[in-house]
Every structure is written in C-alpha cells, then in structure tokens.
C-alpha cells in the first residue's frame, strides 16, 4: 500500500470522526440549553402570577389591605427580567430574550397605570387605601 494513500484514508476517517463528534456535541448543548430556558421560563411564569395574585386579594381584601412579597432580582440562572403592570395585565418579560420570552397575566385593575408602570425588584408592599391597590417597593 502507497504511503500517501494510507495518510489520505487517515485523514478521511479523523475527519468524518470529528464531524460526527461535533454534531453530538450541538445536539447535548441544544438540549441543555432548551433545559436551562424552560427553568427560568416557569420561575418568570410564576412571578407574574404571584404579582397579579397579590393586586387580585389587594382587591378583595378591601380597604386597610396590607401584605408584603419579595419578588427575586433575577430569574434562575442570572438571567434579568422587567416587571410591567398596566390595566388589568401584569407582564413579565426575560430581557434577553425580549417578546420571545413573555409572560402575560390578567388581573384585577389598578389606579393609575393607565400607560403602564414598571415595577422595582425587592420587597413589595400591596396595600389598599380607600379602594384604590398601591404597589411600593420597600
């Protein structure tokens, strides 16, 4: 057998090995990704719903209502998100990812958010006053 045949059918076999560790490789790493977004997804999912709980028994609870949540600085795996509350909808939204990643949820209405208000990440107080729901960040 030729010298250069035997270093040709060589590098033919280490390049059809290499190709199909790397595409094993991307299929692990897409999978693990899609895994680490589903995580955060529901823990953003969940703030919203635990945000519009709170205006919703603010409502219920009527005037005098007090209750204070701490809503998290960041989702699960560090990545940031925006808190909106505008009439009835409260929105949650994975920066990063903008409107691909956004979680809406309806809720009871608000005074004064006719064009929507951002809300701080911390310690929330809910209160009702007078039949109106205040969010204060503490």
Not at 7 to 35: P, R
Not at 82 to 108: D, H, M, Q
Request: proline fraction near 3%; hydrophobic fraction near 45%; glycine fraction near 10%.
């Amino acid at each position: 057998m030729p010298r250069g045949q035997v270093t040709v059918e060589y590098i033919v076999i280490l390049s059809l090995v290499s190709i199909v560790f790397l595409v094993t490789i991307s299929t692990v790493m897409a999978g693990s990704k899609a895994q680490a977004q589903a995580v955060w997804a529901r823990n953003a999912a969940g703030i919203a719903r635990q945000v519009a709980w709170e205006i919703d028994k603010a409502h219920i609870g009527g005037d005098g209502y007090k209750h204070n949540i701490t809503i998290p600085q960041r989702l699960i795996g560090g990545v940031d998100y925006n808190i909106t509350v505008r009439p009835r909808l409260v929105t949650v939204i994975a920066i990063p990812y903008g409107s691909e990643f956004e979680w809406k949820v309806i809720t009871a209405d608000i005074e004064g958010v006719a064009t929507g208000m951002s809300i701080e990440k911390g310690i929330l107080t809910f209160c009702n006053y007078q039949g109106s729901v205040n969010i204060t960040v503490n």
